[in-house]
C-alpha cells in the first residue's frame, strides 16, 4: 500500500519536474494572456491554423473522390479512380525522376554548401564579403531571367539536359545550404576537433569520427532544404530540361491544364507533398549531439 | 630542468592544433579551395545567365544573322510597363500579407501554447509545398466550382472569379500563403529563445500586451520580418508557375510574357523575353537593395 502510493508521488514528481519551465523557455506563466485577450489569442490561433490547414483541404476531398459535381458539399462517390488516372499519366515514373533528381541535388549541394559554410566561418578567406554575397544572389535572382540565358550557354556547350538541370537546382540550393550551414558553424565549438588531434587522431579520423557526427543534426537540415529546392523545381526542369527529364511537378501542371481533372490532380499533388512532409518529421527528430551545449 | 622541458611542451597545445604550424598564405589557400567548388557553380550560371540574358536583349546574341547592338527589345514600352505594373501589385500585397500573418504566426508560435504548437506544424507544412502544387491546390479551392464555393453553398454563377479574373485573387493568395508560412519560420528560427526573455522583463515591469507587442516583439523581430520579407518579395516577382496557373490571360506579368515569348516561334522574341528578363533583374536588384539600407538603418538605430 505505502509503496505503491509513493511510487505514484515520485512518477507525479517526475512528471512535475519535467513540465517545468525553465527561465526563458516558451510560454512562461507570467506572459500568458487572462480572460479577453485569452480568448482572442484562442480566436486568432483559430483562425492562423484554419490560414495554413484550408489549402490542404482540397487535396484531401479530392485525392478519393470519383464523382462530384458542383453544388454538392462531399464527393458523391469515394473511390481510386483519380489514383488510376494518375499511374496512367505516368506518375509512378515522374515520381521516381522527382525523387531521384531531389537527392542527387541535396547529394551535391549540402557538402559543398557545408564546405563553404566551413570556410566562409573562419574569416580567412580573402574576398570573404564577396564570396558569400555570390553564394546568396541566387535566392534573389528572379529564376526564369536567369535560365533564359543560362539554357542558352547550355545549349551551346553541349551539356545534356539532365546535368544542365542538376547544375542549375544544385547552385539554387546552395545559399540555403550554405548559410544554414554558417549558422551551425557559428555554433559549433572547435575544442572537440583539436582535442581529438591532441590525443593522436588523425585528420581523416577527426573529420569522421568527431566533426561528421557533430555537424550531423544541421547536414541533415541542409540537404532537406536542398531536397525542398529540387523536389519544387517546375521552371528549370520545364526550360533547362527540355522535355527530357518529366518530374511530378511537370505532370502536375500538364493535368491541372486541362479539365475534369480534379481528382487526379489532386492525388499528384498529395504524393508531392507527403514525401516532405515524412523527411520534415525525421529532420526535426534530429537532436543536437553537440555535447558542449548540454 | 625538468620545469623548463615541459615549457614547450605547453606551448604548443595552447597554438590551434587542427591546421597545424601553417602559414596565413596556406589557410588563405585552404579556404579558397574549400569555397570553390560552390563558387564555380554558382559563378557559372548567375554571371553566366544574367550576362547572356543582357547580351540577348541588347541583339548581341541572335538565334541566326549577326549581332548587332540595339535597344529594340526594350522598345514595347507600353506593354513592359503594364506588365512591370501588374508583376510589382502582385508582389507588393501578396508580401504585405504575407509580413503580417507571418508576423502574428510567429508571435502566437512563440508564445509556446499548444495552440502555438499547432501553428508552427501546419506553417512547417506549407513550407514544404511545393508553389506549383499550391497553385493546384488553391485553384481547387477558389474556382467557381472549387471546395469553398461548395461550402459556402454559392452557386457557380454567384461565386467571384477568383480564379484567372481581373483580380489576381488566388494568385495573391497563393503567394501569401506560402510566404507567409516561410516569413514565420524565419523569424521564430532567428529569434524564439531572445525574444521570450525580453517579453518577460518587460512583463515584470507591468507592460500590457498591446504595449510588448509594439515595443518589444516588433522590434526584435524586425530585421529578420524586413529580411525574410525581402526574399519573399523577389521570389514573388520572379515566379513563374502560380500566375501562369491561376490567372488571367491579359494583361501578364512579366514572367509569364517572358516565357510565352522565349516559346513563341517569332525570331525577334528571344531578344525581348530577355530584356523582360533583365528589367525582372534591375527591379528584384532596386527592391532588395532598398531592403538592405533599412536593414542598415536598423542595425544602427539598436
Same mark, same amino acid.
Given at each position: ?294 | ?30 579556404? +579558397?579551395? =574549400?569555397?570553390?567548388? %560552390? #563558387?564555380?557553380?554558382?559563378?557559372? &550560371?548567375?554571371?553566366?545567365? !544574367? $550576362? ?67 501553428? +508552427?506544424? =501546419?506553417?512547417?507544412? %506549407? #513550407?514544404?509545398?511545393?508553389?506549383? &502544387?499550391?497553385?493546384?491546390? !488553391? $485553384? ?163
Amino acid at each position: 500500500m505505502t509503496l505503491s502510493t509513493s511510487n505514484v508521488d515520485v512518477e507525479r514528481a517526475q512528471r512535475e519536474q519535467h513540465e517545468r519551465r525553465m527561465p526563458g523557455d516558451a510560454g512562461r506563466p507570467l506572459s500568458q494572456s487572462r480572460g479577453v485577450m485569452r480568448t482572442a489569442r484562442i480566436v486568432s490561433t483559430a483562425l492562423v491554423a484554419l490560414w495554413f490547414a484550408l489549402p490542404f483541404l482540397p487535396l484531401v476531398l479530392w485525392s478519393f473522390a470519383n464523382s462530384w459535381s458542383a453544388p454538392d458539399l462531399l464527393p458523391m462517390s469515394v473511390g481510386t479512380d483519380g489514383l488510376t488516372a494518375a499511374i496512367a499519366n505516368g506518375a509512378v515514373a515522374a515520381f521516381g525522376d522527382s525523387l531521384l533528381l531531389s537527392l542527387i541535388v541535396a547529394a551535391i549541394a549540402t557538402p559543398v554548401g557545408a564546405m563553404a559554410a566551413r570556410a566562409l566561418s573562419r574569416h580567412r578567406l580573402p574576398f570573404g564579403r564577396l564570396v558569400s554575397v555570390l553564394l546568396f544572389s541566387p535566392v534573389l535572382l528572379p529564376p526564369f531571367a536567369a535560365v533564359l540565358g543560362i539554357n542558352v550557354v547550355l545549349l551551346r556547350a553541349w551539356v545534356p539536359p539532365e546535368l544542365g538541370v542538376t547544375l542549375v537546382l544544385v547552385v539554387v540550393a546552395i545559399p540555403y545550404t550554405t548559410f544554414s550551414m554558417r549558422v551551425a558553424y557559428a555554433a559549433y565549438d572547435d575544442g572537440f576537433d583539436e582535442a581529438a588531434r591532441t590525443l593522436g587522431a588523425t585528420s581523416r579520423f577527426a573529420l569522421w569520427r568527431i566533426h561528421l557526427p557533430l555537424i550531423a543534426p544541421a547536414l541533415a537540415r541542409s540537404a532537406f532544404l536542398a531536397f525542398l529546392v529540387g523536389w519544387s523545381d517546375y521552371l528549370v526542369t520545364l526550360v533547362v530540361g527540355g522535355g527530357q527529364l518529366v518530374t511530378l511537378p511537370l505532370i502536375i501542371a500538364s493535368s491541372a491544364s486541362g479539365i475534369g481533372n480534379e481528382s487526379s490532380v489532386a492525388v499528384l499533388s498529395l504524393s508531392a507533398v507527403i514525401p516532405p512532409l515524412i523527411l520534415l518529421g525525421f529532420v526535426s527528430r534530429a537532436r543536437n549531439l553537440n555535447p558542449g551545449r548540454q | 630542468m625538468t620545469a623548463v622541458t615541459t615549457v614547450p611542451t605547453v606551448t604548443t597545445v595552447t597554438t590551434p592544433l587542427t591546421p597545424g604550424p601553417v602559414r596565413p598564405r596556406r589557410r588563405q589557400l585552404r579556404a +579558397a579551395l =574549400l569555397v570553390l567548388p %560552390a #563558387v564555380i557553380p554558382v559563378a557559372i &550560371v548567375v554571371i553566366g545567365g !544574367v $550576362g547572356t540574358t543582357v547580351l540577348q536583349s541588347l541583339g548581341l546574341m541572335p538565334l541566326v544573322g549577326a549581332a548587332q547592338l540595339s535597344t529594340a527589345a526594350f522598345d514595347d514600352t507600353d506593354e513592359l510597363l503594364t506588365s512591370a505594373l501588374l508583376s510589382l501589385s502582385i508582389a507588393v500585397v501578396s508580401t504585405a500579407i504575407a509580413a503580417v500573418v507571418g508576423f502574428f504566426s510567429a508571435v502566437l508560435i512563440i508564445s509556446g501554447n499548444w495552440g502555438g504548437r499547432i501553428v +508552427a506544424v =501546419l506553417g512547417a507544412a %506549407a #513550407v514544404t509545398v511545393p508553389h506549383l &502544387v499550391g497553385a493546384a491546390t !488553391v $485553384g481547387l479551392l477558389l474556382s467557381d466550382s472549387g471546395v469553398l464555393a461548395r461550402l459556402f453553398g454559392i452557386s457557380p454563377d454567384a461565386w467571384p472569379a477568383l480564379v484567372a479574373g481581373p483580380t489576381w485573387f488566388a494568385v495573391v493568395a497563393e503567394y501569401a500563403w506560402k510566404e507567409s508560412a516561410f516569413i514565420a519560420l524565419i523569424i521564430v528560427g532567428t529569434l524564439a529563445t531572445r525574444i521570450t526573455s525580453y517579453d518577460e522583463a518587460a512583463a515584470v515591469l507591468g507592460a500590457h500586451r498591446p504595449a510588448r507587442l509594439r515595443l518589444v516583439l516588433f522590434p526584435l523581430a524586425a530585421p529578420s520580418l524586413l529580411v525574410a520579407s525581402a526574399i519573399a518579395f523577389a521570389y514573388t516577382l520572379g515566379s513563374y508557375e502560380v500566375a501562369w496557373m491561376l490567372g488571367t490571360t491579359y494583361p501578364e506579368p512579366l514572367s509569364v510574357m517572358a516565357l510565352r515569348l522565349f516559346n513563341s516561334a517569332s525570331l525577334t522574341a528571344r531578344p525581348e523575353a530577355a530584356a523582360i528578363g533583365v528589367i525582372t533583374v534591375v527591379l528584384t536588384a532596386a527592391v532588395v537593395g532598398v531592403a538592405m539600407l533599412g536593414l542598415r538603418r536598423m542595425r544602427a538605430w539598436r
